[in-house]
């Protein structure tokens, strides 16, 4: 290893391009990941070819300690053994988006973070600056690197960064054009300590808040009311639940207005569910506030025929196709309690809810109004079965655990499923104990919904 050397830690796509930009850079590298696998291993040889030296299965603790940096993956939490190690030796620790954005210094970035719903929020975002004509790419948790598209010939001019609470923890260069909190509930108690500590890295968001800085928060939301109470920046706020703000949805016109006037009718939004009408309101908010050009009776016009022809990332309430006369619904990326309440919440057919996979330390009990409400049978499988029955079983709740793979709890599914029901992948968990991701168990729904072989 060399003085100059940079230490990355995780090899999935953020860890790759982190390395490609680097290595342009005229960094040596050393990357390594505790995992191994045929696709790490392809990612290995091309990082490799890139002249970085690459370790799979495990952490050459003492390289990281003499590190110049290190660059933590997204993955990676920060109480993961490389990055305790760096922290103690006193070696720097960046983000992969820390490291993108420090590539571009001209870009303009509305980043978005919050429990649930900011996947979505970026990807309208995105999609809203395009349809006003900004050249823009929507990077970060939502799949692509920042580093990724620093690399580019030509960058875009605009970001829609979906920041994750890790992310946060280590991108203190963070200045947004504007930043956006979604909504604040607790998730990752795997790995974190406390609600408060998961908080703490969400309100780095604001960590360089100031007179003439730009955010918009939920006025629905306590708990993000109470983190933004006392910003001395400009707060614009947004509220489906009846509340007077900068975008609202007004119920008894049922009419998206944003910015004291009509912007759209709720009829023509094509998406399930109030929290999508709040996603809305979020990002055509977050748009029009970072540029007063974005809020011309023109532009309006095109915001508002964006939404019209919008459709949700995969896997967040993606409706799969119909079968039988049974709607198959993938909201694989509902990882925690809060995202599955917002999906059965959104649920207008009798429903079947498949509920498991890694418990992330919350409780599933706040779920029972709603599976009342609207499921005709829970499924529950995975690693979280036990603390998922303890919660839900003999409260009234229908539900049944199912033994066996991902491929035995569809077969359930369809045996079950009556034609007019729904049948909803909400997990409230992590997929980890069956798939290497939420966007792998998503594929496998969506093709035994289909009738193929998850």
């Known amino acids: 290893m ?9 090899l999935g796509s953020s860890g790759l391009a982190s390395t490609r930009l680097l290595r342009r850079q005229g960094h040596d590298v050393y990357v390594s990941d505790a995992g191994q696998g045929a696709a790490l291993e392809e990612r290995a040889a091309v990082a490799r070819s890139l002249g970085a030296t690459v370790e799979l299965g495990r952490h050459d603790l003492e390289r990281i300690r003499q590190a110049a940096r290190v660059i933590a993956s997204p993955g990676v939490p920060p109480d993961a053994e490389p990055l305790v190690v760096a922290r103690s030796h006193g070696v720097p620790i960046a ?8 590539a571009l210094p001209n870009a303009r970035v509305i980043a978005i973070t919050g429990t649930n719903g900011k996947t979505t929020v970026t990807a309208l975002v995105e999609h809203l600056l395009r349809a006003l004509g900004r050249d823009a790419a929507a990077v970060g948790n939502i799949g692509t690197p920042v580093c990724e598209v620093a690399l580019r010939d030509a960058p875009p001019g605009w970001l829609a960064l979906e920041i994750s609470s890790f992310q946060l923890h280590d991108t203190p260069s963070l200045q947004p054009t504007v930043g956006v909190l979604t909504n604040l509930s607790p998730d990752h108690l795997d790995r974190y300590p406390s609600v408060e500590a998961y908080y703490a890295d969400k309100a780095l ?3 360089h808040d100031r007179p003439g800085a730009h955010w918009v928060t939920n006025a629905d939301d306590s708990a993000s009311q109470r ?5 001395a920046g400009q707060v614009s706020t947004f509220s489906i639940a009846g509340r007077l703000g900068d975008a609202f949805l007004d119920r008894a016109h049922r009419m998206l207005v944003v910015r004291d006037a009509p912007l759209l009718e709720r009829d023509r939004l094509p998406l399930l569910g109030g929290h999508n009408v709040a996603n809305a309101l979020a990002a055509t908010l977050a748009v029009m506030v970072a540029d007063p050009a974005h809020e011309s009776d ?4 095109r915001l508002a025929e964006a939404l019209t022809t919008f459709r949700p990332p995969a896997h967040r309430l993606e409706v799969v196709g119909e079968f039988d006369g049974i709607t198959w619904i993938n909201d694989s990326k509902a990882t925690n309690v809060a995202s599955a309440r917002v999906a059965l919440e959104a649920m207008s057919r009798p429903t079947i809810l498949l509920l498991g996979g890694r418990h992330k ?6 779920l029972l109004p709603l599976i009342t409400q609207h499921c005709q049978r829970v499924l529950v499988y995975g690693e979280a079965s036990d603390e998922i029955m303890g919660d839900l079983g003999g409260r009234g709740a229908p539900v049944e655990r199912v033994l066996g793979d991902f491929g035995a709890v ?3 599914a369809r045996a079950v499923a009556e034609p007019g029901w729904a049948v909803l992948l909400s997990p409230a968990c992590s997929s ?6 939420y966007q792998e168990r998503g594929a496998a729904f969506a093709r035994a919904a289909r009738g193929d072989a998850p």
Not at 95 to 102: D, N
Not at 227 to 231: H, I, Q, V
Not at 432 to 437: K, T
């Open 2 to 10: 060399t003085a100059r050397e940079v230490a990355v830690i995780g």
């Open 410 to 412: 569809m077969r359930r």
């Open 298 to 301: 023109e532009a309006r016009a």
């Open 227 to 231: 983190m933004c109470a006392e910003l």
């Open 205 to 207: 968001l604001f960590q």
């Open 361 to 366: 330390g919350e409780p599933y009990s706040s």
């Open 432 to 437: 980890y104990d069956m798939f290497n991701n």
């Open 95 to 102: 983000s992969e988006v820390e490291l993108g954005l420090s």
